[in-house]
């Protein structure tokens, strides 16, 4: 898995099908030679690391080493002049550090990082770990690179951990979790772009020379870009072409991107935002990186994508709802909104439940006076006008009915009209003298503050102890403004941004230990926090709230890169649809939720009979493909984007689902042909709805005939494997 070869100083990080290698040069500087398929070993350090003095490089006199022009491994703003792995200062007023290898240390298995979520693994056996001291003596510096490989997942991750050995405080500013020279190659850019209910967009740029980059300044991941990108060679698609990619595992202010130099060096970073972040390093102190995860595909996109799902969903959900299937579900949002009682509540529950749903979830509005947008939050305690008998009373009467109950809350969040901001005004995120900015009308808790997070500990925990709720959807509606904490002092402003991440994750921790069979399902004015950092407390995510069909497909299919269907939060709303309008058949709305967690957000007593009995068929076959969607392998065969219409596969063991989505009507149009991908060649499939039996080659290498039928159309085909 991972071995040094002592005589060349060279390391070799090994999964199942991939190689990551660097070296030490002069037994000083750790150099990247290669990443990508396997590879047996280095014939020459020399011939793999070239060292090039070029006119204007600055060279150390002893080594004649030109950082500039090699492939550093970790670099820290010294005499490598590019855009740094690291960066912080010293109390003499400087930013330079000189960093040299130290030591090494090779062990079985993975630890987990103090106070942030990581890739885990079950036994020792299932990783290897690396840490590699980087030290500058001059100021007492210790930085350890920490490397696990997982083989069977085809997965490396990287995190860094600083310490500070010296006398004097340091000053971090920046500390990459992940940096990669990749020497001569020819990269697109890939990330996922977005705003507010138009999250998650595929973007592909080619990488420049000079920086590019992406990043959220908005205190957590944000709707606008993703902790993700790749590097596909070019040309490469969904099955061809090499493809790193890189995601974050933090749910805060990220930046990632690509620096390419004139010697034809691209160096891909990515980690915690520099912007506004100054962590303090007192002697003795040791700062965390939060982990990067890299996956390397020799075949295309799609591969990086199931590799990505498949440690998601196995290695980083948690809980019994990693492997148990989830619920169906039914949410009152788009049903009610802010005006409901409890009875509209069992009303729209029973209905649902007559249609096979098996959770009904109460949204926002259910606590304090909350009528609207503009109070309560804070206020944890339920709106007894609304629920006469409590959270307590309805989620009984909704097990009674053979259902489970699931709650909304907003913990992050305060009203300035609640009863807790009354009592606390100084517990919201604020900067003295400057106006507090609201968003959606609210504040933002201050979680930094150990108080704060007591509170909002308990807050939930009472009411999880005390009514039956199988699920909590955890939603966040708005960005950061005015990031400053009343306790602390001026030297600590700086660490609010990520010091509040850490108070989010500790919190969840603490609910997590103490109800560890309740479904969380994050959510931040749909997909604004979608990052596998939150997937590690919640295995699903509401991906976004434009609920509309035909734009869910980009929405989903951008969101599928990285994030497996089981994370995707997809329900069948109401027509004309609320964000856009649009008029789209229930089949469609059906067939494209069911490429995530399913449920419904209307109410289905509003439906025609015939309407309400299409329902009940689609809840029926949902729950005979969910354990394919939801834990198969995806292929992406058309794509929204460019294709006018959505083909998406996913296969496990011998069942194949096929969706096909039409988007625009087209007179005359040419046939579609889709092939099938990840079969068995040599099997035969059976088309379960016609009986038609096709070979495996047959439908991978010739495949089916669509035509573009009307506007917004959709079809499921479902395939066994039967010999
Ligand atoms: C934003 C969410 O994305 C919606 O689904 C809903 O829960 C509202 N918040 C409630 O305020």
Redesign the pocket.
């Known amino acids: 898995m991972i071995k040094f070869d002592e005589k060349n100083r060279i390391f070799y990080l090994e999964t199942n099908n991939t190689s990551y290698i660097f070296g030490l040069l002069k037994d000083k500087h750790p150099v990247h030679i290669y990443w990508g398929s396997k590879i047996a070993e280095i014939s020459s350090f020399e011939d793999a690391v070239p060292v090039d003095v070029r006119a204007f490089c600055t060279v150390d006199e002893k080594n004649q080493i030109p950082e500039e022009t090699l492939t550093m491994e970790f670099a820290a703003l010294g005499t490598d002049v590019r855009t740094p792995s690291f960066h912080a200062f010293y109390e003499d007023g400087t930013g330079l550090s000189k960093l040299s290898y130290k030591s090494y240390k090779i062990f079985n298995g993975k630890p987990a990082l103090k106070g942030l979520p990581a890739i885990y693994t079950e036994s020792d056996s299932e990783a290897q770990t690396l840490e590699l001291e980087l030290a500058d003596d001059l100021k007492g510096l210790s930085i350890f690179v920490c490397y696990s490989v997982l083989p069977q997942y085809d997965v490396i991750t990287k995190s860094v951990r600083v310490k500070n050995n010296g006398n004097e405080k340091i000053k971090l500013s920046r500390v990459m979790s992940s940096t990669v020279d990749f020497r001569s190659e020819d990269f697109d850019f890939i990330h996922l772009a977005g705003a507010w209910a138009t999250e998650r967009h595929i973007s592909r740029e080619a990488v420049m020379t000079g920086i590019q980059m992406i990043d959220s300044k908005r205190g957590s991941s944000s709707h606008h870009h993703n902790p993700f990108f790749a590097l596909a060679s070019k040309g490469a698609d969904e099955e061809n072409g090499n493809v790193y990619g890189f995601s974050l595992m933090y749910s805060g202010n990220f930046v990632a991107g690509t620096e390419k130099t004139y010697y034809d060096i691209t160096r891909a970073f990515i980690g915690i935002n520099p912007f506004n972040f100054g962590w303090n390093l007192n002697p003795g102190d040791e700062f965390q990186s939060p982990e990067a995860v890299l996956v390397y595909s020799d075949r295309g996109i799609g591969k990086m994508s199931r590799l990505f799902h498949k440690v998601a969903r196995e290695r980083i959900c948690r809980g019994k709802y990693r492997d148990e299937m989830r619920p169906v579900l039914i949410n009152n ?1 788009e049903a009610t909104y802010f005006e409901f009682t409890e009875s509209d509540i069992i009303s729209i529950a029973k209905k649902a439940k007559e249609a096979g749903v098996e959770l009904m979830v109460l ?2 509005g259910w606590f304090g006076k909350r009528d609207g ?1 503009n109070s309560s939050l804070g206020d944890w305690v339920p709106y007894k006008e609304k629920l006469p008998d409590g959270i307590e009373g309805l989620a009984g009467k909704i097990e009674n009915m053979g259902m489970k109950f699931g709650l ?1 809350f907003e913990p992050e969040m305060i009203s300035p009209d609640s009863d807790l901001y009354r009592a606390h005004p100084d517990w919201c995120l604020h900067v003295k003298g400057r106006e507090r900015t609201l968003g959606r009308n609210q504040l933002i808790l201050d979680f930094t503050r150990e108080d704060v997070r007591e509170y909002i500990k308990n807050a939930v925990c009472s009411i999880l102890s005390t009514a039956p709720v199988s699920y909590v ?1 955890w ?1 966040f ?1 708005r960005n950061m403004s005015e990031v400053g904490s009343a306790l602390l002092d001026e030297e600590h402003q700086c660490e609010v941004y990520h010091r509040y991440v850490l108070g989010v994750y500790e919190v969840m921790e603490h609910i997590l230990k103490n109800h560890p069979d309740v479904l969380f399902e994050g ?1 931040s ?2 997909g604004g926090r979608f990052d596998l950092g939150w997937l590690y407390y919640m295995p699903q995510i ?1 991906t976004s ?1 434009d609920s509309d069909a035909i734009e869910r497909l980009e929405i989903q299919e951008g969101t599928s890169m990285v994030y497996p269907a089981c994370t995707m939060g997809a329900h069948v709303s109401a027509v004309p649809n609320h964000q856009v309008g649009r008029n789209t058949p229930l089949n469609t709305r059906g067939l494209v939720a069911m490429s995530g967690q399913f449920g419904y957000e209307l109410d289905l007593a509003k439906l025609s009979d015939e309407e309400f009995e299409e329902v009940k068929e689609q809840i029926k076959l949902y729950k005979e493909i969910r354990e394919t969607v939801q834990h198969g392998e995806m292929y992406r065969l058309k794509s929204p984007q460019k294709d006018n219409c959505a083909a998406w596969e996913y296969v496990k063991d011998d069942d194949v689902v096929l969706f096909y989505h039409n988007i625009l009507a087209r007179a005359n149009s040419p046939y579609e042909r889709v092939k099938l991908c990840g079969l068995d060649e040599n099997a035969k499939y059976k088309d379960l709805e016609t009986g038609k039996i096709y070979g495996g080659d047959y439908l991978s290498k010739f495949g089916i005939y669509k035509t573009h039928g009307s506007e917004f159309t959709s079809e499921i085909i479902r395939f066994k494997k039967i010999q």
């Open positions: 949002w949204d926002d947008g909304w959807k939603d509606n959510c004015g749909g509401w709230d």
